[in-house]
Structure formats: C-alpha cells, structure tokens
C-alpha cells in the first residue's frame, strides 16, 4: 500500500519536471530561431532565396548568370554545418528529431526546389544566348518562390499552406 501512495505521489511530481523540461528546450529552440513545435528552422530557406534572388537578378545583369551557375545545392544538415548559424548543432539535433510526417512533407518540397534549381543550371549551360537563360531565370524563379513560402509554411507548423503575414512577423 505504501508503494501505490509512493506511485502516486510521484507521477504529478514526473509530469512537472517532464513539463519543465519541454518548456526549457522549447524556450531553447526559439531563442535559436528555430519553431519548437517543428523542429524546423527557417534560416535554411536563405539558401534558396539566395537562388532566387540570382534569377531574378539575370535578367537585367546576364552575368549573374555566371553567379547562379556557381549555387550549389545543400541538404539541411550540410547547410548548417557550413553556416555559421550560432545554434547549427541545435538546428541539426531539432531537425533529426522532428516529426517523419513533418520532416517528409519539409524534405518533399526542398527536394523539388533543389530538382528545379539543378535542372534549370544544366539547361543554362547548355545555352548561351542572354536572353533564353532570362527566360529560364524568370520561369524557374516564379516555381520556386510558392515552394519556399510552402515550406516556410511546414517550418512554421502552417503545414502546406503558408501565412505569408505569419511567416514574415516570425
């Protein structure tokens, strides 16, 4: 009888310190910029509006097309390891112990802008004249902005649909 007492009393006190313990990482993880509820941080984004910004840049200034040619696609965890992101190993560790469905969902879509943006530097190589390769700046650009404002969305617990005024307050 005395164990079951013992029991009892204990699990409230476990429960508040498993509370504690989540609140102290979740406060952790928005101090490093980086959503509590997903695991996600959104600085990884910048690497592909970094591509987007050289696009669009191609049309008036053909020789940043020289500039978009040189991006190379990153994966999240290479991404971070090459930044110097002050929480980089935190935003490593969050991402790998984020949810599959949202992780998948994140993985779906940076998949596809990297295949976009990939696919489009193969094709501006193979071509020459300015004003195809603005062509190809203009159209890949347009694909891939809704892609990043989506995965915007998933790192901000938005799912596939993104909140642009959320997004952009956080």
């Given at each position: 009888m005395?164990?079951?007492?013992d029991?009892?009393s204990?699990?409230?006190?476990?429960?508040?310190q498993t509370d504690?313990?989540r609140?102290?990482?979740a406060?952790?993880?928005s101090?490093?910029n980086i959503?509590?509820r997903?695991?996600?941080?959104?600085d990884y984004?910048n690497h592909?509006?970094?591509?987007?910004?050289?696009l669009?840049?191609i049309p008036?200034?053909p020789?940043c097309a020289?500039?978009?040619?040189?991006?190379q696609?990153l994966t999240y965890?290479?991404?971070?390891?090459?930044?110097?992101?002050?929480?980089r190993?935190?935003?490593?560790?969050?991402?790998?112990q984020a949810?599959?469905d949202?992780?998948a969902k994140?993985d779906?879509?940076?998949?596809?802008?990297?295949?976009?943006?990939?696919?489009?530097?193969?094709?501006?190589?193979?071509?020459?004249?300015d004003k195809?390769?603005?062509?190809?700046?203009?159209e890949?650009?347009?694909?891939v902005?809704p892609?990043?404002?989506?995965?915007g969305?998933?790192i901000?617990?938005?799912?596939?649909?993104?909140?642009i005024d959320y997004?952009?307050?956080?």
């Amino acid at each position: 009888m005395t164990s079951t007492a013992d029991e009892s009393s204990l699990s409230p006190a476990i429960a508040t310190q498993t509370d504690l313990n989540r609140a102290a990482r979740a406060a952790m993880l928005s101090a490093a910029n980086i959503n509590p509820r997903t695991g996600l941080a959104t600085d990884y984004l910048n690497h592909f509006n970094e591509a987007i910004m050289l696009l669009e840049m191609i049309p008036d200034m053909p020789e940043c097309a020289e500039d978009f040619l040189s991006w190379q696609p990153l994966t999240y965890r290479e991404h971070f390891m090459a930044s110097n992101f002050k929480a980089r190993d935190l935003a490593i560790e969050a991402y790998e112990q984020a949810a599959p469905d949202i992780r998948a969902k994140f993985d779906k879509l940076t998949a596809t802008m990297t295949s976009i943006l990939t696919a489009v530097a193969s094709a501006m190589q193979q071509v020459r004249q300015d004003k195809t390769r603005a062509a190809l700046a203009i159209e890949a650009s347009g694909w891939v902005k809704p892609l990043v404002a989506r995965a915007g969305g998933v790192i901000n617990g938005r799912g596939d649909e993104a909140d642009i005024d959320y997004i952009m307050s956080h």
